[in-house]
DNA sequence: AAGTATCATCAGGTTTCCTGTCAATGACTG
DNA sequence: CAGTCATTGACAGGAAACCTGATGATACTT
């Protein structure tokens, strides 16, 4: 009887997974006084590209339930670096935008962020670089359930 | 004044979360009827291939506390999915063993993980996967602390 | 022999997730 | 236009996975 063929070591699951904790680490420290923690912190930053959008479109772009994310946003808004206005075209949506306060916050930490980043994809070509961009989203796209 | 140099969206260090936890959401569903959680499931597959580790080097590897992985391998150790025995060569180590039950659960699931494998890969040619893997240990390799 | 680093573990705490449930709103359909 | 269904945001409750800080025992270094 036939054995499961060999899987390369590490498989991809786990080398996703540990890389996710190695950027988590970095900005742990980075954020270490800020106030924030890095969840928090990356969702502002998803924000801050997509001003307007829902909590639970937010939810579902970062693939966790409506209420993980209601906690996180729950906690912005406590710290006043978001806020949250009814959509007048939709009156059960609400809408979160940044504040100034949560933009200041961004601002102070974009260029440590960045330099991490570009630390990150240090070792690899600039062609192996965007390979690697694309094949993340490409990834994530593909695992997404299908919607109408 | 100069403002930052505007950065690609979604950054690289989103993109690699999000995919996470998509692939965290997967297994979720793949392991609601096994009794482990992902990580759980997840620590025992870095056991298959390396046997015999420390919880300390588990948890460098996986770039958490030791605290922490000392949660996830109790939790396996109740569940006798693995067993501790002292290293004779070194008295204060504990090496980590998985038992023929953990072996059993990671057998019951091999499959459908491979295919959850494979599936995030779907959209990428052999290099382009071939080149998101070597990206994915490189990248985690460069924000390792550097160790003597 | 003394000092330093590492291993496992205890204690205590926070955050991030989950499932389940609910009312209100909007969209679709017969 | 009435009925159904999906979606949004919220509440309650709970589990898991992380963290910091501290401790005793063992190994390594000088």
Redesign the interface.
Known sequence: MAS?PP?????????????????????DEMLRDSGVTTPQY?AL??LQ?KDGMTAAQLAR????TPQAMADLIGALDRRHLIRRSPNPANKRELLLYLTDEGRALLDAH??A??E??D??????SPD??D??????????????PARK
Do not use: C, N
């Not at 899987?7 to 900005?27: C, D, G, Q």
């Open positions: 499961a899987r390369p070591t590490p498989s991809l699951l786990y080398a996703v997974k540990r890389l996710e904790l190695a950027i988590k680490s970095r900005l990356t930053t998803v590209h772009d970062s693939f966790v974009a260029e962020a960045a991490l980043e630390r990150m994809i240090s070792g690899l192996q670089a390979t690697f961009r694309t094949a993340l989203t490409l990834a994530w796209t593909t695992l997404r």
